[in-house]
């Protein structure tokens, strides 16, 4: 049994407490000074996940008192491994705001808070939590082609385990019990999107995702596995997940938005080939303070999305792709429904351009002195595939709506009808939205220049209307130079252009004959040409 | 050092102010809003741990296992189900049928009931159909007096709610296979207290008496608003016969298990996987009798009220109505509600006790008060003139189209105006009629930017109405 130092008793305990016990009392006090300078403004001064900053966070802080600890080695509803503590504040948790802090404190100073941690809560003085980290990984020494296989039984265990009634069945974290359900708190049980590795709170390795399967996440719908899944099951599902982490493989964080040229139409569904072959950029989006309501919103659910983009000497077009899990079913009572309260509000994305391209104005509706122009897309309630046929007409036909704003400040708004086109489709906890645009519209595209553009997502689900939405900063779009044979044609006539000038000046200087010694360079010059 | 700390500090005030809005976004739990002070949390249903109901007993609630086959077969069947598709084959359905059969309690809340109770209506003679259509008759009076419709949806005439309930995430509860589906027995006890069965419904308790409770039992099982338009097969019992092995049962609580089925239902023997402990209010311990707050929990008036941003938006939020109206008109209405919006539903009847009504007139009207809203007309006593004047105001803006004052023409859109000042304090009408959109920003009253002269003159006139 260990014992928690009580200041009266201290004195006297000193003489009995074995040694380690008192050697961990210091490193725990140790750990208090660390604790009170780094990590109580999160976590709060009792460690109740209650700091000042936590105020904006979801996930929000863990609360060391009642120690409800998600990131474990150890059975479900079990207490974390000292050894799990201590990677955790090492590598910190990705995708939410806790940092690593391994090149911060030192090995000793990151042991020290974990033995405070574990002062926090009684509960590490009784229980004693038992492993579930596996073995010997067999399933890890499997070689690629091993992994291939394994991921490939996984996905039978996917369906088999009913993992889509929450992550959805692409993986998107869209299926139908995190979509409908609050937790007590009122808060979401947002199901992890497996696309996107960075944001498995406790690493996104094969062998990280086993421990979360096995041992589950203590106090969210996802239970453990280990009773009802065997140990290769579960290594198989670890490798299926793993491989739906696709986003960045198949995107780059960039700033430059190019057009790829294509020949002929513009294809209006976004899993046709042009589409499909154009490099794709990941736009990061964050929250922003908002005027009105008064309100920070640190806390958007669209965290990025990727934009690929096409021309065709006509028109230009722009692919944007946000995962949403809600989706269409955002519509609802619009009028009941409170900004900024998880209400149901249309889904909605913009592309911001300056009127002047060569000005960057205020990166949300301009400013007054530099106005904006905006291409606003609304969902409607009942968004249908997108069409086939290049029409257009879509984003009536499904009741989105489609209009150019005109802004100079968020206070002066002038809504116009669109000049671009619109479609749009849903599935999967997948928006993808096609704008579309004549060259001859504004702004001005062309080859080379580049015009600053800036996205911003609102996802209704979430509360996201008027100001409120992830927006992203400004970026620039330009458009592919055409891959003519221009280019090496006009270089090819400076080459000869060149050396027929020079011909027809060495044979001039050798006209003049002024003396012996120059009369060789010509010859040796014809000889190059030949 | 105080200047390095400057701008931290601003920072933190700054975090400070945007906290209440915050809160707002991120939950409705009381530990993070900060709700008046002093006043305790109200049951909220919609702040439920678990939004289905419980499936222990489920297996006396339903009559017809074949409903199970379908509802477990094809959740999405039903258009307002929440319940998720679990893409499972009929014999993963039947496993789990067994498994909730095995864990029903034998001993189910039995009644007496008259011997023609199960016979159809061709089995019955002339003496058992008439005292069956004597109470259908009596129920079908209790069904509309508790206002049953405003929540549940019927196949028969008026059982159909336009537009949604409360939330729309939550969907009227379709009653339309109501009779060949339920239970007797079931039936019974739900309507005597549905949170004895499941403790977080949204369904208030009706005080009925044991005669109103059986009349709208035979009315739910026997009237074709309840009925599918064709009923469908009788059940083989053989056909269930499968339930009862034992290897079903075992996986079908394995099933059970991988589906998650606990994260929305308590099931019997089925291990817990949220280890969070409960929020204080909506636990579903019941307060101590004779407050406001055991009536709150126990009629579940959080399911279409709101107050302080919590629970329904069915009906008016009762925030600051202490303010707003009169405390005896409010045990009047409670205790009997009257129609106030001919166009708009009317309260249900709850069968209270005026001792009860009076614990909730007087809680509303000491606790819940809008600081803004003044007692009575600010500037003074008021004078004939001024009534009169008001009453010329409210011609010749058109107020009649809309409202009925009983003095002259009148409409129906708008309140009922002829009782106005029995309901309304006459600083409550003023503060109204100053600017009816900071009361509601989605009424349909315009705003007529009055001169302060004109409201007064016009809260004058209507504080006369009271006959």
């Known amino acids: ?530 | 050092m105080t200047t390095m700390f400057l701008p931290f500090l601003t920072t933190l005030l700054a975090a400070g102010s945007a906290d209440e809005a915050l809160s707002r976004d991120i939950g409705t739990k009381s530990e993070i809003r900060n709700p008046q002070s002093g006043i305790q949390d109200l049951f909220n249903p919609y702040e439920r741990r678990k939004n289905g109901p419980p499936l222990t007993n489920v297996f006396h609630k339903v009559k017809s296992p074949s409903w199970f086959l379908a509802k477990i077969g094809n959740p999405m069947s039903h258009p307002a189900a929440r319940m998720p598709d679990l893409k499972l084959a009929e014999g993963e359905v039947l496993d789990i049928m067994a498994y909730l059969k095995s864990i029903a309690v034998p001993d189910f809340a039995e009644q007496q009931w008259p011997a023609w109770a199960d016979k159809g209506f061709e089995e019955m003679d002339d003496d058992e159909l008439d005292a069956m259509f004597e109470l259908t008759e009596r129920g079908q009076a209790v069904w509309s007096n508790a206002r049953c419709s405003i929540c549940h949806r019927a196949n028969g005439p008026g059982g159909k709610l336009v537009g949604g309930f409360v939330d729309l995430r939550v969907g009227g509860i379709d009653l339309m296979g109501a009779g060949p589906k339920l239970v007797r027995n079931w039936l019974y006890a739900w309507i005597k207290d549905p949170k004895a069965y499941f403790p977080n419904t949204l369904m208030p308790r009706f005080r009925l008496g044991d005669g109103d409770i059986r009349a709208l039992v035979e009315y739910l099982l026997r009237d074709d608003a309840f009925r599918p338009p064709e009923d469908a097969e009788p059940d083989d019992p053989e056909r269930w016969k499968v339930l009862d092995e034992p290897q079903r049962i075992t996986h079908g609580r394995q099933l059970i298990e991988l589906s998650r089925c606990v994260v929305c239902h308590d099931i019997k023997g089925i291990p817990e996987i949220m280890s969070l402990r409960a929020p204080s209010a909506s636990a579903g311990d019941a307060p101590p009798t004779g407050t406001f707050e055991f009536l709150a929990y126990d009629l579940r008036c959080l399911s279409c009220h709101a107050i302080d941003g919590r629970g329904g938006t069915y009906a008016p939020d009762l925030t600051g109505e202490g303010s707003r109206l009169l405390e005896d008109w409010i045990a009047t209405f409670v205790e009997s509600p009257d129609m106030i919006r001919p166009l708009s539903q009317q309260m249900p009847k709850f069968n209270l006790t005026a001792d009860e009504a009076k614990i909730i007139a007087s809680y509303l009207s000491t606790s819940r008060r809008d600081p803004r809203i003044p007692e009575s007309i600010p500037g003074g006593e008021i004078t004939e003139q001024e009534i009169e004047r008001g009453r010329e105001i409210f011609r010749a803006k058109g107020c009649f189209s809309c409202h009925t004052v009983g003095d002259g023409p009148g409409g129906v859109v708008g309140p009922d105006l002829r009782l106005v000042a029995k309901r309304l304090k006459p600083g409550a009408i003023w503060f109204h009629l100053k600017n009816p959109h900071t009361v509601n920003p989605y009424s349909a009253e315009p705003d007529y930017g009055l001169p302060d002269e004109d409201v007064r003159a016009l809260s004058a006139y209507l504080s006369t109405r009271r006959e």
């Open chain 1, 1 to 530: 049994m260990r014992i928690v130092p009580v200041p009266v008793a201290w004195l006297f305990l000193c003489m009995i407490v074995p040694r380690s016990a008192r050697a961990e009392a210091r490193g725990s006090e140790a750990g208090r000074d660390i604790y009170m300078q780094r990590c109580f403004w999160c976590h709060g001064e009792d460690g109740r996940g209650d700091g000042a900053s936590a105020v904006g966070m979801f996930p929000r802080p863990r609360d060391f008192v009642r120690a409800d600890y998600k990131i474990r080695s150890t059975a479900h509803g079990q207490l974390p491994t000292d050894e799990d503590l201590f990677e955790v504040i090492s590598r910190g948790m990705p995708g939410t705001p806790m940092p690593g802090w391994e090149k911060i404190l030192s090995d000793q100073e990151r042991r020290s808070l974990v033995d405070y941690l574990k002062s926090l809560s009684p509960r590490f003085e009784v229980e004693t939590p038992e492993s579930i980290r596996a073995p010997s990984a067999s399933a890890r020494a499997a070689g690629p082609s091993g992994f291939a296989a394994s991921s490939e039984r996984g996905q039978e265990v996917y369906d088999k385990a009913k993992c889509f009634l929450c992550h959805g069945d692409a993986g998107r974290g869209d299926g139908p019990i995190t979509t409908t359900l609050n937790f007590e708190w009122g808060l979401p049980h947002a199901a992890r999107d497996f696309t996107r590795g960075w944001t498995f709170k406790g690493g996104h390795e094969p062998g990280d995702i086993y421990l979360r399967i096995t041992g589950g996440l203590n106090g969210t719908p996802m239970g453990p596995y280990r009773d009802l899944l065997t140990d290769q099951e579960r290594w198989d599902l670890a490798y299926y997940v793993a491989s739906l982490d696709t986003e960045p493989a198949e995107t780059s964080v960039d700033f430059v938005v190019t057009a790829a040229l294509i020949d002929g139409a513009i294809p209006p569904t976004p899993d046709s080939p042009p589409w499909r072959e154009a490099d794709s950029i990941l736009v990061p989006l964050a929250g922003q303070v908002v005027l009105d309501p008064p309100l920070r919103w640190w806390i958007p659910t669209t965290g990025s999305l990727t934009v690929r983009s096409l021309w065709n000497g006509a028109e230009v077009a722009f692919l944007l792709e946000w995962h949403d899990p809600t989706g269409p079913e955002d519509v609802g009572s619009g009028a009941s429904a409170q900004a900024g309260a998880r209400g149901s509000f249309p889904d909605s994305v913009f592309l911001q351009f300056p009127a002047d391209e060569n000005s960057r104005p205020y990166f949300l509706f301009g400013d007054s002195d530099n106005a904006v122009q905006v291409w606003h897309w609304q969902a409607g309630s009942a968004p249908t595939a997108m069409s086939q046929d290049s029409s257009g007409d879509s984003a009536e036909s499904n009741g989105d709506l489609a209009e150019g704003w005109a802004a100079g400040g968020s206070d002066k708004i002038d809504v116009r009808p669109a000049r671009f086109e619109v479609g749009s489709h849903w599935q999967e906890g997948r928006w993808q939205v096609i704008f579309r645009q004549s060259l001859a519209g504004q702004p001005k595209f062309e080859p080379g220049k580049f015009v600053p553009i800036v996205f911003s997502v609102r996802d209704g689900a979430n509360g996201e209307i008027g100001n409120i939405r992830a927006v992203s900063t400004w970026l620039y779009a330009t458009l592919e130079r055409p891959k003519s044979a221009r280019p090496w044609l006009i270089a090819m006539a400076y080459f000869f252009g060149a050396v027929i000038a020079e011909i027809w000046i060495l044979s001039r200087l050798n006209g003049v004959r002024i003396d012996g010694s120059r009369q060789s360079e010509p010859q040796q010059a014809k000889v190059e040409v030949q």
